[in-house]
């Protein structure tokens, strides 16, 4: 082979120049990159939203430094006398393999992406998603890691998430159904969860907890032995379980005071009559089924 035929050097010349022009790129886009993260992190409100905003930036980084460093490579091998057709036609048939056996892992990182571009899950939200529920513990391109109320921990790769339900965005409604007994009045037990609310939001801890009075939405249900009693709470995002069981709470106590009955489930026996209209015998059977 002539050496001196494929003109070694400004062969080399043309290397170096596009090596030095993909170096520059690679250190202007870190450098964008930076001021871009810089700019966004003045801007955020929170420790959650600095880390999102360097997640999405790492992952800015490593997709630039990948396109770069590619396509200097194949200007690189061009320019050196080394066909890349046959280099892209063996990529493509090994990328179109790697593609069939790796979908859930690609699926997974596009659904990642854009989860943090979306801001859709943040680190410390409460969520549930594919019927997990817990706090975020952890959020990358790849799953999503849940601790539980147990403690238990879930890792659920981002590909399986169709839904996010976030719990812990702005503000949440504490949701409380109160069962009264049908000799009860309505109205006064109207009164009663009026007078609790209100000590409720007069008291230190929970105050702040609530953002507004209650709203009771009214009898929702004509239960086998209850008239139940529909009501919510405006809370503080994360706040709603503890607002909920202060309020029952409060409610059980007050209600005792008040004389008003929280039912339980009764059952009546009707034994029939008879054709002279008689109502036959009761018999009482023990647990050993002896009458």
């Not at 929170?46 to 430094?65: G, K, N, Y």
Request: net charge neutral; hydrophobic share 45%; with cysteine.
């Amino acid at each position: 082979m002539d050496i001196s035929a494929l003109g070694i050097p400004g062969a080399l010349i043309r290397v170096t120049v596009i090596l030095v022009l993909a170096w520059l790129l690679h250190s202007l886009s870190r450098k964008l990159i930076r001021v871009f993260r810089n700019y966004m992190n003045t801007r955020s409100a929170s420790a959650e939203e600095a880390r999102r905003i360097e997640t999405l930036a790492r992952v800015f980084r490593h997709i630039f430094t990948v396109v770069i460093s590619l396509v200097a490579g194949m200007l690189a091998l061009s320019e050196v006398g080394i066909s890349i057709a046959p280099i892209l036609g063996a990529a493509g048939v090994v990328g179109l393999a790697v593609g069939f056996g790796a979908q859930s892992l690609i699926k997974d990182y596009f659904n990642g992406f854009f989860m943090l571009l979306e801001n859709q899950i943040r680190q410390g939200d409460v969520v549930e998603v594919c019927d997990k529920t817990g706090v975020v513990e952890d959020l990358t391109l790849r799953y999503v890691r849940l601790r539980d109320f147990e403690g238990n921990v879930h890792y659920v790769p981002n590909g399986l998430i169709t839904t996010v339900t976030n719990k812990s965005r702005g503000y949440a409604y504490a949701v409380i159904d109160v069962s009264i007994a049908y000799r009860e009045s309505v109205d006064d037990a109207y009164e009663v969860m009026r007078k609790v609310s209100r000590d409720l939001r007069a008291t230190e801890d929970f105050g702040a907890k609530i953002l507004e009075d209650i709203e009771i939405a009214g009898v929702q249900d004509w239960a086998d032995s209850a008239v139940v009693l529909r009501c919510r709470f405006k809370t503080v995002a994360l706040e709603q379980w503890g607002v909920r069981r202060e309020f029952l709470h409060r409610m059980k106590n007050a209600f005792d005071v008040h004389g008003i009955e929280i039912p339980y489930p009764h059952l009546t026996l009707y034994a029939g009559q008879d054709k002279d209209g008689g109502a036959p015998a009761f018999r009482v059977i023990n647990k050993s089924g002896d009458a």
